[in-house]
């Protein structure tokens, strides 16, 4: 059951149980604020969902406690029709309140019963996992994936401080990680790895060599267009990187990322929109200090998600088409892709309530300033 607050009957719209990408091409190059040529979803699926707005005991009760803990404002429903209508009303009254402008990120809030998850994650290698925990979910949809290039931006930053890249690429994963996903240039990189170096993205042209002889023979004019030296530059340089090795403790860990005394300090060397970014970076540090290490949206089941939030680029061409298509490709042929990027179990005791809202509210903060971020680098 998917709660709305429009006339029962009305069209809504609702994950397919199927899709395949539709790219017949690699997209062409565009503007920075544009975005590329993404799969789209074919007619066969379904666009109708029929409204239930007579709940039952327990999502009554459970939206009685949401209403009670004064978070959600009874004034914000124009006529009560059931727990689901209030709920809805209610919810999403509360989420236009918290919720900044987007230039950047994308993604929407969908309200569902358990019915509703359990009928999204049903194609999911390990859906039996799922153990419901509430009588109502907040699904987090992403409906597609904008990409844009940070490649241009990139170079004037690098010639202020050349770990201001670097650092704006921590910051982005670290925010990402505890709100949404945001696929990084290192993403693609590892992409690429997988597919062509046996899935290390830091291996030497040597060691690629002997991998990539598999595929292409001893022709190394076309293995030289596949090497890490040629291949590095175009999808991720070494300050978008965010993982360094350390030898010490012999494993991976994220490159440290300046800090905000560093950040002003570069806001009295720069203006305009440099300026400006420094500044947005030295807001969510401080942002990101204050909520600590938690996910803030704590989703109780995460399904294969096929888009992120956001997609960062060096620049468009003919890899990013391809990589794009076979990740498209292969979550369509697994039947394993979802448009959610998880759901959220709705808390049912007042102070789980008011901690949950509280979370949400400072997640939705660190995602504007986010945007303002990504925003800046892709402008």
């Known amino acids: 059951m998917l709660f709305d607050p429009r006339a029962s009957g009305s069209e809504v719209a609702v994950s397919g149980k199927c899709w395949q990408s539709q790219r017949s091409s690699v997209a062409g190059r565009g503007p920075a604020h544009d975005f590329l040529t993404l799969p789209a979803f074919g007619t066969d699926v379904s666009t109708n969902a029929v409204m239930r707005w007579k709940a039952d005991q327990d999502v009554a009760s459970l939206v009685a406690a949401h209403f009670e803990s004064g978070l959600l404002k009874a004034g914000d429903v124009p006529n009560f029709k059931g727990a689901g ?33 359990l009928e999204e994650i049903q194609y999911q290698y390990d859906s039996r996992d799922f153990s419901p925990e509430s009588a109502l979910y907040l699904g987090i949809e992403i409906p597609q994936e904008n990409v844009f290039e940070i490649g241009p931006r990139a170079a004037k930053l690098r010639r202020l401080h050349p770990r201001l890249v670097s650092t704006a690429m921590v910051l982005i994963n670290r925010a990402a990680g505890r709100t949404l996903w945001v696929r990084t240039p290192d993403e693609f990189l590892g992409m690429f790895a997988s597919w062509y170096w046996d899935g290390d993205p830091h291996t030497s042209d040597e060691d690629a060599k002997e991998v990539l002889e598999d595929r292409f023979g001893e022709d190394e004019e076309e293995m030289e267009h596949y090497l890490p030296s040629v291949v590095r530059p175009e999808l991720c340089p070494d300050d978008m990187d965010v993982c360094t090795w350390n030898s010490g403790s012999r494993r991976f860990g994220q490159k440290p990322a300046l800090g905000v005394a560093a950040l002003r300090r570069l806001q009295r060397f720069s203006s305009g929109w440099v300026r400006q970014l420094c500044r947005d970076l030295e807001v969510l540090t401080l942002m990101l200090r204050a909520a600590g290490n938690r996910s803030l949206f704590n989703c109780a089941y995460q399904p294969e998600c096929a888009y992120a ?10 890899r990013i088409g391809e990589l794009l298509d076979s990740h498209y490709e292969h979550l369509a042929s697994s039947g394993d892709g979802s448009l959610y990027y998880g759901f959220i179990p709705f808390a049912s005791t007042p102070d789980a309530i008011r901690t949950q809202y509280a979370d949400w509210s400072m997640g939705l903060s660190i995602l504007g300033q986010l945007d303002r971020v990504l925003a800046g680098l892709s402008a």
């Open 309 to 318: 939030a956001s997609t960062l680029i060096v620049e468009d061409g003919p």
């Open 85 to 117: 209508h209030a709920l809805a009303h209610g919810f999403f009254a509360w989420a236009t309140r918290n919720k900044p402008p987007f230039r950047r990120l994308n993604f929407n809030f969908v309200l569902c019963d358990v019915d509703a998850v």
